[in-house]
């Protein structure tokens, strides 16, 4: 704590408008087997400090020494970087609550606590049971936990101590029968400790995985349709994160992501209809349980649910405290950093497709139709505009009856003929866990949730390229 | 300094009782300065430093990491050993190598670049844009200054020291005009005076003034040329997986039966050259400390060889190729995980073709600078898709215009049997986030499939 005050008080005596300081100390673990062997046990530990000042730009410097001379040398360096600058002109931010507070989510179980060699035969069980039959040609298990310590303080006052336990478990197994191989995952994870792991049940989970992987080694490719699909939960939540989430971030809106990330098609239309009236989708840090949960974001804003669509029309954006000054709004609590080491940005935190009035047989209720289960790879134009994803593996419904599964199926689509054509949206809402969201420079992958209830619309359904 | 730590790390590791045990330090410093809507927006530095630590007992490995080095480290990596089964797979940590020095990977004037400079650098390739053109509009990007340092040390005798520095530009430009328009252009170099930040400014805004007023493109089958950004593009996502050996083992690759198998049109050459002199992504050693090289992966259009760490190497049967690499997203060899293969400086050799011979010969088709978000999206047949973020139509062998965005939903295994066309002007490019650097040609490919 007082380094870290020592640390703001430096950058404000050096001439900063504003300061704010994370430091954060973490301890990673990471069981990996896979085709039987134990082939990772790692256990990782980090600890420093990212330092932010304001001179109408921005400066940073993170460090992993925590000792004063280097984190003097580390604010005179975000120092100097700001002034580096010749044209300081921006950094305008809206006010926010002034936090002093302690946030903790730990869940029930401490994974640190489960016995290594427990955690070990778990995965050894689970890459075990993965394997069905003899098609099944490799397999794997993991576990994977991550306590992380952090506190945040601000030249305004802020101070804000916070811990959190994410835990993970994933089974996965790949299938090969003639020339055709294929895979199939599962994967558990969210904010909270090792009962993730124990819900998860493992064996089960991977027997059930080297299961579809053989079936779908076994189905044929999935022909081309233009029909319409039906998706699962683990799709939406998908598609969710691609073509709600990420335009839903105000920097993208702005277009101050478009070197790489890009910029959202909907940039403008606030108040303006984007879809069907029966799609409603919400962004909040405070979904208890999901991989996204946060009290407080890297800025030091309270995390608040926020509506960014209803009834089809789009309401609003995720914003950082600047973002929001420039969009004369009340900010809102999605900057965050991968760690202290990077400079925070506008991200998306649990965000999902709220449920609707449908039962499941209801969206199934269709003549003809493609149904995919599972979601894999997304490829998204950089207007988040026109998307593909490929699904883990497909059916078609037939006067409401299922046919399959198929492989290799994908959707293409257009977002708002896509969200236009929403004509159903069930009521069994599920949150799923997104480990590997990609944004900023350098690159920063960040634990996001997404998800939604099943859902229908229509699509191109494509099938092998 | 790095070194004495590495090796004080596995003495004090032995000491804890671990038959063998490997350290690897690594220090690097990432300045970033950030540009957005025309102007610089935020400059950053990051220091990272670290330790990681592998203790053995026979084939029992723990892996363990921290900021700092301290008795308690060695006895972490000695008790996560002793509570796991042994990995059958595991085959001891490499004896001591000879690795040659590696022309032009370390500059001294880029190790020592101060953030005003870099701030000015930035500032030079954004006025190159906003210079060039009155239609050029809002230009966003980012100058990245990495400069990593490392050191390795094991019980077997091996030890080594690395220094590595590179420099890399990237901006993307839009255009007002009919259509609204953007061009990119990204330039890199391991040293400060190989790296013209103007170049990058004005690449890209020819780029997006040329887009100016895009035409749409029918669904059908094209001939299209991919400039080398977005066969780097196309090659890192796509094709980098398929010949890592890790990938290979796992089956994801479409790659896994085909070793000495002819896969890509006759005479294309692509290969990893872990050493090239000047190289983004050379080194002297891999963070194993094998020492980096050359490594054919496709000659004359056949399948010859992957790449490969220690691990994964040893499962096939063959030597590591010094691919060996501790990385995660923020760039710099990074001591907190085990290494894992990866490509480094993939080179895809160039053909007879200068690019207007290539566009003259083309006939009918599309040429694209510019690909996005190009992911498999079922890896282990090498389907993918992406968007093109910028094109443009070749009618009678000239291009005449801009196009209209387009998705590609192909397959890589069939795409590179059909290569009709290598051109002589090769160029590096490195993808968002990318950890390999690819240098490469425009290639043509016939009958790509457009939606």
Same mark, same amino acid.
Request: a neutral charge; aromatic letters at 8%.
């Given at each position: +704590? ?90 305008? +931010? ?372 | ?18 038959? $063998? ?31 990681? *630590?592998?203790?053995?007992?026979? !084939? ?10 301290? !008795? ?6 000695? &008790? ?23 022309? @032009?990977?370390?500059?001294?004037? *880029? ?7 870099? #701030? ?6 954004? $006025? #190159? ?51 609204? %328009? ?8 391991? &040293? ?15 780029? #997006? ?47 896994? @039966? ?5 896969? #890509? ?16 992504? %050379? ?43 501790? *990385? ?37 088709? *599309? ?17 993918? %898709? ?17 196009? $209209? !965005? ?11 049997? !059909? ?15 990318? &950890? ?5 040609? %425009? ?9």
């Amino acid at each position: +704590m007082e380094i870290a005050e020592h640390a703001v008080e430096l950058a404000m005596k050096l001439g900063a408008a504003y300061a704010d300081v994370r430091t954060e100390n973490s301890r990673n673990e990471t069981i990996l087997v896979k085709d039987g062997k134990v082939e990772k046990v790692a256990s990782e530990l980090q600890q420093g400090m990212g330092i932010r000042v304001l001179f109408g730009t921005w400066g940073f410097a993170s460090t992993t020494e925590l000792v004063k001379p280097a984190v003097d040398r580390g604010v005179k360096t975000a120092v100097s970087m700001a002034k580096a600058v010749k044209h300081r002109a921006g950094g305008k +931010m809206a006010e926010a609550e002034v936090a002093e507070a302690r946030a903790h989510a730990g869940g029930k179980i401490d994974p640190f606590e489960v016995d290594l060699s427990e955690k070990i035969d778990m995965c050894l069980e689970a890459d075990r049971r993965a394997r069905v039959d003899g098609h099944v040609k490799r397999t794997s298990a993991s576990i994977a936990a991550q306590k992380l310590q952090k506190l945040f303080l601000s030249s305004e006052g802020a101070r804000i101590q916070s811990d959190r336990v994410i835990t993970y478990a994933g089974v996965f197994a790949l299938a090969k029968k003639g020339a055709v191989t294929e895979y199939f995952e599962d994967l558990a994870g969210g904010t909270g400790g090792f009962e993730i792991v124990r819900r998860f049940d493992m064996p089960t989970r991977a027997e059930d995985v080297g299961k579809h992987a053989v079936a779908l080694a076994s189905a044929k490719a999935m022909p081309k349709h233009r029909l319409p699909v039906v998706m699962d939960q683990d799709f939406v939540a998908l598609l969710t994160h691609e073509i709600i989430g990420h335009p839903s971030e105000a920097d993208r809106v702005l277009g101050r992501e478009a070197a790489w990330a890009g910029k959202a098609w909907w940039a403008g239309m606030i108040g303006r209809r984007i879809g069907s009236k029966l799609l409603n989708a919400v962004d909040d840090p405070r979904v208890e349980g999901a991989l996204g949960y946060y009290e407080y974001d890297d800025e030091g804003v309270p995390a608040r649910r926020k509506q960014l669509i209803r009834e089809g029309k789009l309401l609003g954006h995720m914003h950082s405290r600047e973002t929001a000054a420039e969009f004369k709004v009340e900010p809102n609590g999605n900057m965050r950093a991968q760690s202290f080491k990077y400079l925070p940005l506008i991200r998306m935190s649990n965000t999902f497709i709220e449920p609707g009035e449908h039962k499941l047989e209801e969206l199934f209720d269709v003549k003809e139709g493609v149904y995919l289960k599972g979601a894999k790879i997304p490829s998204i134009d950089s207007r988040r505009y026109n998307f593909q994803i490929s699904a883990k593996e497909a059916f078609l419904i037939r006067r409401g009856e299922l046919v399959g599964p198929f492989r290799d199926a994908s959707i293409m689509g257009i977002a708002p003929e896509f969200f236009s054509s929403i004509d159903a949206v069930g009521r069994d809402f599920e949150m799923r866990p997104i480990p590997n969201c990609g944004k900023g420079d350098p690159m920063q992958t960040l634990h996001v949730g997404n998800g939604g209830p099943h859902l229908r619309g229509l699509a191109l359904v494509a099938g092998v390229g | 300094m790095m070194l004495e730590i590495a090796e004080r790390a596995i003495e004090l590791t032995k000491k804890s009782g671990a038959d $063998q045990a490997e350290a690897f330090v690594s220090e690097n410093l990432v300045t970033t300065v950030r540009i957005a809507a025309s102007r610089v927006i935020e400059t950053k530095k990051v220091f990272d430093y670290g330790i990681g *630590l592998r203790a053995a007992l026979g !084939q029992k490995v723990g892996f363990t990491c921290a900021n700092s080095f301290s !008795q308690e480290l060695s006895e972490r990596a000695v &008790s996560i050993a002793r509570a796991r089964p042994p990995n059958p797979d595991f085959n001891g940590f490499p004896e001591p190598t000879k690795p040659k020095k590696v022309r @032009d990977i370390y500059d001294r004037a *880029l190790a020592k670049l101060q953030p005003a400079r870099a #701030a000015e650098l930035a500032d030079l390739m954004l $006025q #190159a844009a906003l210079d060039f053109d009155r239609r050029v509009g809002e230009a966003s990007g980012a100058l990245n200054v990495v400069v990593e340092r490392c050191a390795i040390a094991n019980t077997n005798g091996l030890a080594g020291v690395d220094e590595t520095t590179r420099i890399f530009g990237h901006l993307t430009v839009e255009a007002r005009g009919a259509g609204g %328009s953007e061009g990119a252009a990204w330039l890199g170099s391991t &040293s400060l005076r190989g790296f013209d930040p103007s170049e990058v400014g004005k690449r890209a805004a020819e780029l #997006a003034v040329n887009s100016l007023n895009p035409k749409k493109v029918k669904p059908g089958k094209y001939a299209v040329i991919l400039e080398p950004a977005a066969v780097a593009e196309l090659f890192y996502h796509v094709f980098g997986y398929a010949v890592n050996g890790r990938d290979v083992h796992d089956r994801i690759s479409y790659f896994a @039966d085909k070793l000495g198998k002819v896969v #890509a049109v006759e005479g294309l050459n692509i290969y990893d050259w872990g050493n090239m002199a000047g190289g983004m992504y %050379s080194k002297t050693f891999d963070d194993e400390g094998m020492p980096t090289r050359r490594t054919p992966l496709i000659e004359g259009g056949k399948l010859v060889g992957f790449v490969y760490d220690r691990h994964y190497a040893g499962k096939a049967k063959k030597d590591s190729t010094g691919n060996g690499l501790r *990385l995660i997203d923020m760039p710099g060899r990074y001591y907190g995980v085990e290494p894992s293969p990866y490509i480094t400086n993939l080179a895809i050799e160039p053909g007879d073709f200068k690019r207007e011979e290539l566009i003259a010969d083309t006939g009918e088709g *599309l040429l694209l600078s510019r690909i996005w978000y190009t992911y498999p999206i079922t890896p282990q047949l090498g389907d993918f %898709s992406t968007t093109s973020r910028c094109g443009f139509l070749i009618h009678k062998g000239e291009v005449v215009g801009a196009a $209209q !965005q387009v998705r590609i939903h192909e397959n890589l295994p069939r795409l590179i049997k !059909q290569i009709t066309g290598v051109a002589s002007d090769v160029k590096q490019a490195m993808p968002w986030g990318a &950890s390999a650097v690819i240098n490469t040609p %425009s290639l043509r490919f016939s009958e790509v499939r457009i939606s």
